[in-house]
Nanobody, 124 residues
Framework: VQLQASGGGLVQAGGSLRLSCVAA????????MAWFRQAPGKEREFVAA???????VYADSVKGRYTISRDVAENTMYLQMSSLKPEDTAVYYC???????????????????WGQGTLVTVSS
């Protein structure tokens, strides 16, 4: 499966952005899918995930501000980000687990497929 992330950009603190991740080759509901982010000089970290049956999991740092969702008709996963903070600045990656794995994994090694990343910059 191929993943293509988009939607990043420059936004002021307190603003909103929506990231998209289009899947090609399989249906988005076939996988546990997730968003990760990597800030300069830091390791890639888990942000949010959505399971086959649409359960969602969030990192504490984004809970209440971010919403992960998917549209099967569009074969796209989304990350709606609100109340953005400068510390949210990072390259955001979408990822998918192998179809046979149905549990959310919060580390990068749990994901077999990755998009190319999209940069989100939040100015203060």
């Amino acid at each position: 499966v191929q993943l293509q992330a988009s939607g990043g950009g420059l936004v002021q603190a307190g603003g909103s952005l929506r990231l998209s991740c289009v899947a090609a080759g399989r249906t988005v509901s076939d996988f546990v899918m997730a968003w990760f982010r990597q800030a300069p000089g830091k390791e890639r970290e888990f942000v949010a995930a959505i399971t086959h049956n649409s359960n969602t999991v969030y990192a504490d740092s984004v809970k209440g501000r971010y919403t992960i969702s998917r549209d099967v008709a569009e074969n796209t996963m989304y990350l709606q980000m609100s109340s953005l903070k400068p510390e949210d600045t990072a390259v955001y990656y979408c990822a998918a687990r192998s179809p046979s794995l149905t549990v959310v994994h919060r580390t990068t090694r749990g994901y077999a497929y990755w998009g190319q990343g999209t940069l989100v910059t939040v100015s203060s």
